[in-house]
T-cell receptor, first 116, second 109 residues
Framework: DTGVSQDPRHKITKRGQNVTFRCDPI?????LYWYRQTLGQGPEFLTY????????KSRLLSDRFSAERPKGSFSTLEIQRTEQGDSAMYLC??????????????FGPGTRLTVT | RKEVEQDPGPFNVPEGATVAFNCTYS??????FFWYRQDCRKEPKLLMS???SGNEDGRFTAQLNRASQYISLLIRDSKLSDSATYLC??????????FGAGTTVTVRA
């Protein structure tokens, strides 16, 4: 399968714990995005990378959130001191700036986070 | 005002029917538009890109009206498998996508 993959698929954690999610984009894609989706809403943009550079961060990304893409391949999203309001589906997407349809983003299966 | 607004539905239609719904967007500078499909508890999947005044892909037709800032999706000859949430998506600059909350379509036998 050469699509976007995410790990873990589900995470249950207690409030106050730290969690880290991983995303592996489509191999030739140099842009990687993180979104968050809550029930009944569309995904909301969090941040994106072009290669290893983090180019934009949403104001939704509080100081407790940090994302990295150290070698321009996979990315991690860490949430520190989780709160119940962090419960959501965290989606990763990727795209290529070299394709004609370089605005098209392809999503991974998501990591569903539940904070108890 | 939300950047992308959609009628949440649900649209409940019989098999074989035609169903259509719209979304509106607020940023007049938006350049790229998409429809994504999302099944329950799954990731969004790209259904169609809408780059010009509109395009057709099989039973699906998307239209863009830049003057009125709305996009429509029409599904002809609905199948049970078309039951899903359809997300209207707009590129709002720097490749960041803005999503509507989705329109739920249920096709019944």
């Amino acid at each position: 399968d050469t699509g976007v993959s995410q790990d873990p698929r589900h995470k249950i954690t207690k409030r106050g714990q730290n969690v880290t999610f991983r995303c592996d984009p489509i191999s030739e894609h140099n842009r990687l995005y993180w979104y968050r989706q809550t029930l009944g809403q569309g995904p909301e943009f969090l941040t994106y990378f072009q290669n290893e550079a983090q180019l934009e961060k949403s104001r939704l990304l509080s100081d407790r959130f940090s994302a990295e893409r150290p070698k321009g391949s996979f990315s991690t999203l860490e949430i520190q001191r989780t709160e119940q309001g962090d419960s959501a589906m965290y989606l990763c997407a990727s795209s290529s700036i070299w394709s004609e349809e370089n605005y098209e983003q392809y999503f991974g299966p998501g990591t569903r986070l539940t904070v108890t | 005002r939300k950047e992308v607004e959609q009628d949440p539905g649900p649209f409940n239609v019989p098999e074989g029917a035609t169903v259509a719904f719209n979304c509106t967007y607020s940023n007049s500078a938006s350049q790229s538009f998409f429809w994504y499909r999302q099944d329950c508890r799954k990731e969004p999947k790209l259904l169609m890109s809408v780059y010009s005044s509109g395009n057709e892909d099989g039973r699906f037709t998307a239209q863009l009206n830049r003057a009125s800032q709305y996009i429509s999706l029409l599904i002809r000859d609905s199948k049970l498998s078309d039951s899903a949430t359809y997300l209207c998506v707009v590129n709002s600059g720097d490749y960041k996508l803005s999503f509507g909350a989705g329109t739920t379509v249920t096709v019944r036998a």
